[in-house]
């Protein structure tokens, strides 16, 4: 048994350390600073307070990213000066944030020990590396993020810390190896247990998905199937799941080798980022050779992101969420006792309203951020949930999840073409083209621009604000701009009322919504880790089954040219072009 002693460390405060939208992100220069990382770990522990840091049970481990092993190690001996009992890592501290939040939910140790909460180590779909970004945020008991309460309490005690406590003398753990360590401090015993990454989110998945009919799905000579990680943590699951569990070929997947740079690339799952899967599956500028599979699908850095592709065929988020709450009940055994209800974020497209009309669901409009969905869960009001940035998930967990939203368009395949004798598969595409036909269609796009001086993105969007004042005018400038799109019925900014705890969430983006359904959004994206970043959400509902098959591009150009020229996009960020366009 190794004993330990307890160091209490003089510090001062770091300036900036609020957690956004999901954890503290910044540059790896920035955190590698002596204590910053340590006021942080320690301000959350302070926020916790003792009694509930005290004999807890805390998974610590992430995407992967440069700094992670660093990080473990630090977050492991604070946590043991804390009086934490327990820490558990997964393998080579590699844990994808959904399966952080089954591990909270689901995973029991060898002792019996249940996890009270996780610190994990990502910046999502940030790029990685000495020269890019890390982060940190802090899951709860019910496995999700940490609500704002939490956050700016942790914020609060970073701006006055004066000192924090360290097991310098505990041995750095052995992250590579499976095994429990046990350690012995002034206070008693603290053990550390690192288990295989991907265990529990494998039993997790096959008590939801009906496992036997997506490997009769994946061995038909009719399907193929390809799955690019992005060198994320997706890769550590991409294999059990896919290749071992479902019988896929290992040359379906791409880039799946977690990495600490994610092989220099930006492991966001979208059209831009996702090069080679985009190419491969027939969408890109330059084409592979040969056909392309069927089925694609992309994840993030830590795989709570998901892109979903047919073959030449691009399927967005929000049109993805809809889909899928569509047809659970009859493709995913989870679902078959019914929906509970259905959410999105406000930027999402209104493809889901539509489902959750039609099929009689609960449906909520919720702010931009996961933890949003997480109370509508906990109170039993909400099953599928999704979000335009490429998140999609469900409440068998408190985070999103990539490959839960892989697996639920798997079996959403296998079902549509179960007993199917002809030769004709029923492909992604056929079942997005029946959806628009039965529900309508809302072209959709998302307009970037990335890093823009702060200041000028906060301007464009105080004058949009002040544009809302009179809707006459802007109706005038729209009629100059276009004469062919619709009159605004509305404008605001969103404003949020949580229907489980009555807390109001204000300032969610500025929308304007016309009289024919069409909303144009603007919001400052809060995951950024530098300068800001100016969205641009533009969405046009058609009923008339004649109009659903254009190009989107097309479908929205005068909708786009009424959106850069009222917000003066260019006037105010300098910017011709959008950095990414999705
Ligand atoms: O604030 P943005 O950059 O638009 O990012 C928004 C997204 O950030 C993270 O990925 C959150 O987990 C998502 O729930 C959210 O939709
Ligand atoms: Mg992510």
């Not at 030449?312 to 009940?329: E, L």
């Amino acid at each position: 048994m190794v004993l330990f002693n307890v160091s209490r460390k003089d510090t001062t405060p770091f300036d900036g350390q609020k957690p956004g939208t999901s954890g503290l992100r910044k540059k790896v220069k920035v955190f590698i600073q002596p204590n910053y990382l340590e006021n942080f770990v320690q301000a959350s522990f302070n926020a916790l307070t003792a009694e509930k840091v005290r004999g807890a049970t805390l998974v610590v481990s992430g995407d992967g990213r440069y700094y992670s092993k660093e990080a473990i190690q630090i977050i492991t001996k604070m946590s043991a000066a804390n009086g934490v009992r327990r820490v558990w890592i997964g393998q080579n501290g590699l844990l994808s944030t959904p399966a952080v939040s089954g591990v909270i939910r689901e995973r029991i140790g060898p002792d019996g020990s249940k996890a009270t909460g996780a610190f994990i180590l990502t910046a999502s779909h940030n790029p990685g590396g000495p020269n890019e970004d890390f982060g940190i945020k802090y899951n709860m008991e019910n496995g999700g993020p940490a609500p704002e309460g939490i956050t700016n309490k942790i914020y609060e005690y970073t701006t006055t810390i004066k000192e924090y406590f360290i097991a310098e003398d505990l041995p750095d753990v052995d992250i590579a190896t499976t095994g429990v360590t046990n350690f012995t401090g002034p206070e008693g015993p603290f053990d550390v247990e690192v288990f295989d990454s991907a265990s529990d989110y494998v039993k997790l998945m096959k008590s939801i998905f009906d496992f036997e009919s997506l490997r009769k799905l994946l061995s038909s000579p009719k399907f193929t199937f390809c799955y690019d990680a992005l060198h994320g943590v997706g890769g550590a699951y991409a294999k059990r799941i896919f290749v071992d569990e479902l019988g896929a070929q290992e040359s379906s997947l791409l880039n799946c080798t977690p990495k600490e740079d994610f092989g220099g690339g930006h492991p966001d799952p979208n059209l831009t980022y996702a090069k080679e899967l985009v190419a491969r599956m027939g969408l890109g500028k330059s084409e592979s050779k040969g056909e392309p599979p069927e089925f694609g699908a992309a994840a993030d850095g830590d795989a709570d992101r998901n892109m979903i592709l047919g073959k030449r065929f691009f399927v967005t988020p929000s049109d993805s969420v809809a889909i899928i709450a569509a047809n659970a009940v009859e493709a995913i055994p989870y679902f078959s006792g019914g929906l509970k209800g259905v959410a999105r974020s406000m930027p999402t497209s209104a493809a889901l309203d539509v489902v959750a009309k039609s099929l009689n669901l609960k449906f909520f409009e919720v702010p931009t951020g996961w933890k949003f969905f997480g109370n509508l869960m906990d109170a039993g009001l909400c099953s599928v949930c999704g979000e335009e940035s490429f998140g999609t998930g469900s409440d068998h967990i408190r985070e999103k999840d990539g490959i839960w939203a892989v697996l639920a368009w798997l079996s959403i395949l296998a079902y549509k073409n179960k007993d199917k004798t002809e030769d004709k598969f029923v492909t992604v595409e056929d079942i997005v083209r029946q959806h628009w036909a039965a529900y309508g269609r809302h072209y959709y796009t998302r307009y970037d621009y990335e890093n823009v001086d702060a200041g000028a993105a906060k301007e464009l969007m105080s004058y949009l604000v002040k544009l809302q004042s009179s809707l006459s005018e802007v109706n005038q400038i729209i009629k100059g701009i276009r004469s062919d799109v619709s009159n605004v019925a509305h404008a605001d900014e969103f404003e949020y009322k949580d229907s489980v705890d009555g807390s109001i969430s204000s300032h969610q983006g500025i929308r304007y919504l016309f009289e024919d359904g069409s909303r144009l959004i603007f919001r400052l994206s809060g995951t950024g880790s530098e300068g800001a970043t100016i969205r641009l959400y533009i969405e046009q509902y058609e009923k008339d089954p004649s109009k659903i098959g254009r190009l989107s591009q097309d479908a929205l150009a005068p909708l786009v040219e009424v959106a850069l020229k009222l917000s003066k996009m260019q006037e105010f960020t300098g910017r011709s072009a959008p950095t990414v366009i999705t």
